[in-house]
């Protein structure tokens, strides 16, 4: 039984496993021509998604993908990022704000701009994992969100 978060899309058979996260970008060209198109592509551009189940094990053909695909149930991912402490309160609902913060390190310029989550997006703040200290900013949290 699918929630309301829940949507059906369809994924090449050698991605298709449950837990596996993507970004969703936009269809291929070959995508047009597909009777499938409208569900395959019923996806926000530029979320985060995360397979839930698999629908069933039959093959449906796929233009893109040269073994076909499976129908899939996904939901979208939480997004761990970094943000304000003061904004860090579990359970709390926030318009993300992305912080200040420069960084050459990828894995923290990564949880600065996390992908899949766009500055004033409602969320909420689903865990709290602590302080993060980059350049003497002790004011940040690593949190992860879900949007609401």
Request: aromatic share 6%; with cysteine; glycine share 6%.
């Amino acid at each position: 039984m699918m929630d309301d978060d829940t949507k059906i899309t369809l994924i090449g058979t050698q991605l298709a496993r449950e837990g596996l996260e993507f970004i969703f970008e936009k269809g291929a060209p070959e995508c047009e021509k597909c009777k499938f198109k409208s569900t395959c592509l019923d996806l926000e551009r530029g979320r985060k998604y995360r397979i839930t189940g698999i629908r069933s094990d039959k093959v449906q053909e796929c233009f893109v993908h040269e073994e076909g695909a499976y129908v899939v149930e996904v939901e979208m991912a939480p997004i761990v990022a970094i943000i304000e402490s003061r904004n860090a309160v579990e359970g709390a609902t926030i318009r993300y704000k992305a912080p200040n913060c420069e960084t050459e390190d990828p894995a923290i310029y990564e949880l600065c701009h996390p992908a899949g989550l766009k500055e004033g997006d409602k969320c909420i703040i689903s865990k709290l994992f602590g302080p993060v200290e980059i350049d003497d900013e002790e004011n940040l949290k690593k949190v992860e969100l879900k949007l609401a």
